[in-house]
């Protein structure tokens, strides 16, 4: 795991937002700042290589400079890149950077929830020894995710403070190609990052 802003101090809680990034969202920071009652720190993690998906889009580079412009001045943030993109995988790299003792959550939304609960790790059980060793704080995404009851000691709800069904990277990135409002959906801090950047992608010049 490597570091390019890490928050001071040994946290108890360790709250882990993995994500593409591409690019941050009014979403990405409301998941976080829901945590901040429930964690000591939020680590923001990048990784190198995407489990679901290609890593198409605006650069590595870039999506760190979106996230270090966006999370200046939040309190109890990190962000670092890792070399794993599975959940289990960046827990590992977690507990290397952080140690033995800390506790570990991972926040994220309803669908990828799901998408983590169903995923095939090869070995039957392997979901249940996965939660055995981090916990799960899921905000509700076009409805709110209900886990098998096995579960539901590591699996707990993260209320928002908002409504952000309609919230998505992907959306942000399709308004700019039609040309069409998308700013409310980013954090201020990179608008004019956000437009720089998928200007050149896409070819139109969005300005407002």
């Given at each position: 795991?490597?570091f390019?802003?890490?928050?001071?101090?040994?946290?108890?809680?360790?709250?882990?937002?993995?994500?593409?990034?591409?690019?941050?969202?009014?979403?990405?920071?409301?998941?976080?700042?829901?945590?901040?009652?429930?964690?000591?720190?939020?680590?923001?993690?990048?990784?190198?290589?995407?489990?679901?998906?290609?890593?198409?889009?605006?650069?590595?580079?870039?999506?760190?400079?979106?996230?270090?412009?966006?999370?200046?001045?939040?309190?109890?943030?990190?962000?670092?890149?890792?070399?794993?993109?599975l959940?289990?995988?960046?827990?590992?790299?977690?507990?290397?950077?952080?140690?033995?003792?800390?506790?570990?959550?991972?926040?994220?939304?309803?669908?990828?929830?799901?998408?983590?609960?169903?995923?095939?790790?090869?070995?039957?059980?392997?979901?249940?020894?996965?939660?055995?060793?981090?916990?799960?704080?899921v905000?509700?995404?076009?409805?709110?995710?209900?886990?098998?009851?096995?579960?539901?000691?590591?699996?707990?709800r993260?209320?928002?403070?908002?409504?952000?069904?309609?919230?998505?990277?992907?959306e942000?990135?399709?308004?700019?190609?039609?040309?069409?409002?998308?700013?409310?959906?980013?954090?201020?801090?990179?608008?004019?990052?956000?437009?720089?950047?998928?200007?050149?992608?896409?070819?139109?010049?969005?300005?407002?």
């Open positions: 795991m490597e390019f802003l890490r928050s001071p101090g040994e946290p108890a809680r360790l709250g882990i937002l993995p994500g593409a990034f591409n690019p941050v969202t009014i979403a990405h920071m409301a998941l976080a700042r829901a945590a901040a009652g429930r964690v000591d720190e939020v680590l923001w993690v990048l990784p190198r290589a995407l489990p679901h998906k290609e890593y198409t889009g605006a650069s590595f580079p870039d999506r760190l400079d979106m996230l270090r412009v966006a999370l200046a001045g939040e309190p109890r943030s990190s962000i670092a890149a890792s070399s794993g993109g959940f289990v995988e960046i827990a590992a790299e977690c507990r290397a950077a952080y140690g033995e003792h800390v506790r570990l959550a991972f926040l994220c939304g309803r669908d990828a929830a799901e998408r983590i609960a169903g995923w095939d790790y090869g070995q039957p059980g392997e979901f249940a020894r996965m939660l055995r060793q981090f916990d799960l704080l905000a509700a995404r076009q409805g709110e995710y209900q886990p098998p009851a096995e579960f539901q000691a590591a699996i707990h993260l209320p928002l403070a908002g409504e952000f069904e309609h919230v998505s990277a992907s942000v990135r399709a308004r700019i190609a039609r040309g069409e409002p998308w700013k409310h959906l980013v954090p201020a801090p990179i608008h004019d990052r956000v437009s720089r950047i998928y200007r050149a992608l896409t070819g139109f010049a969005p300005g407002y």
